[in-house]
């Protein structure tokens, strides 16, 4: 692994003002903290504090904290080395080689990640090869996509055949590890090992980082699978992963609005119209952990799904996953069953942000493509149903109000008040009709020992107080905890603490805690540290006190007096002492 000192020149040429800033809306809360709204799960009111003086954050909702290393880890779904490395390339740092040290999964990983950017290179190359590559420029070509957007998103192709991929992979030196790892080769029933992709236009995936995890392939012959997907691996995780996020990001934040379409040619036309705040689904159904993915950068989505019968019931499973999630979600279906890259060819880009803007809330959409089953009362208590499953993952009341109202009069019922009363009978019954997996939430986080966070800010406030801790403390064996942990670290070092130097969780938290903790409402941090300190030293006394009386009852039992004279004397030595640790 890299250094300690390579760490810390990363740390400090990465102000995590800046870097947590460029993903989160920050306001000041005062001279030394920062607030905004959590990006790890959902809230109303800001609870994510950012430290400047200590560079670290901490969120009172789900007490997530830490570093800038721990931020880029959790945000972007990366390992450490990865985070460091894309904190030292921002800052233009140069990192050292790598130690043999590294753990075989995380060279695995990075040998992976290498194979993809490899095999990116090749099937653009072979798209541009004057014979191999004609198929796929033809279909191109079709496509009407500009040159400049196959290039951006690094679209290739390969030719028929079994050993494209595999034979250049293999003179670039590839081992067969990394092969049968990357997902992208099949077994024969004789052993050895083919090419997944035959005479497809290849569709390079990335992750939120950038790199090329996995492929997504069309059939340009008579396959009866159009589009596949290379399958699973340790670095693609379908479920958590959206096309085209990374090149949407600056856009999704600008607009802080998300247009959710289907598939590759969906996005890839949007923005060949100059429509960024596009992410795709790529045809699987919308996971929670995708909509969570999403949340990180806007709070509303607006779904534009194929307008046929598969595509309106995909969007209505996608809202209910994305309302889970805390979004506000829109959804729309184009005319004559046309897709985004149909319409946007035949109408345009104006056109359809038109319809964009003019989408509606996810009940309206429900209920009117709904509109078959809602000609009978049982089509309607159905489709009502259905709505309350989604509707139940609303936190925010007057939005469940106005979701409620709107139900009622799409489903053309006079009295909303009706509707809540269904709603709330639906609730009591515990929801028994199916309802759509809500995203995951952050797991409510243990509380904190709200004086030990107390303690903690005080020593981290002032050198003076930290001190005067520190010699106190120094003979004293602190019993083992986040508490603990904590104290060691900044007895021993100065400066910033990085919270990866602290060896559990709980002290992580705690460190975070206090470093954007405002400090307690009563008492000055003097008598603070004074009494805290004090009552560690009488549990450390108390601790002996109570081993000497058993060293006592070994003694009796064993009839040695002389040694019963001794521990006994220790023992009132020991007791004079709480008691003048008692009265301070």
Known sequence: ??????????????????????????????????????????????????????????????????DVFSFVMEHEGLTFVEALR?????AGIRLPAMTEGDSRAEALRSQLLGFGKFAR?????????????????????????????????????VPEGWRHLLDAAKRKGFSEKVLEASGMFKQGDRGGYYDFFRNRLMFPVRDVSGNVVAFGGRDLGDSPAKYINSPETSIYKKSRVLYGLHEARDALREKKQALLVEGYFDLLRCFDAGIENVVASCGTALTPEQASLIGRYVREVVIVYDGDAAGVAAAIKAAGTLTA??????????????????YIRDHGAEAFLSLVTAASDFVTFHVRMSADRTRTIEGRTEVAQELFATLREVDDSPRLDEYLKRAAEELGLHNKWNIRREYEKFLRRG???KAVSPAPQ???????????????????NNAELLARAREKLAEIPLPPGALSEVLHLLFTESGVVLSRQLPSEEAR???????ASEGPAAGSPEELVEKRVNRLGKDWLRKQSADLQEAIRQAERSNDQAKLVELSLQKMKILRQIEQVGAM
């Open 1 to 66: 692994m890299y250094s300690r000192d390579t760490v810390r020149e990363v740390a400090a040429a990465n102000d995590i003002v800046q870097v947590l800033g460029a993903t989160i809306e920050l306001k000041n809360a005062g001279p030394d903290r920062l607030k905004g709204l959590c990006p790890f799960h959902r809230e109303k009111t800001p609870s994510f504090v950012v430290s400047r003086a200590r560079q670290s954050y901490h969120c009172f909702g789900c007490g997530k904290g830490g």
């Open 86 to 90: 894309r904190l030292a390339d921002r």
């Open 431 to 433: 929801a028994a009709w």
């Open 509 to 515: 938290r705690l460190y975070s805690a206090a470093a």
């Open 442 to 460: 952050a797991q409510e986080a243990a509380p904190l020992n709200q004086d030990d966070c107390d303690f903690v800010w005080a020593l981290l």
């Open 325 to 342: 999630a805390g979004l506000t979600v829109r959804a729309m279906a184009l005319p004559d069953n046309q897709d985004p890259d149909d």
């Open 121 to 157: 290179g090749f099937f653009q190359e072979e798209l541009q090869h004057p014979a191999r590559g004609r198929a796929g420029r033809e279909y191109l070509e079709g496509r009407k996509l500009r040159e400049d957007t196959v290039a951006r998103f690094g679209l290739g192709f």
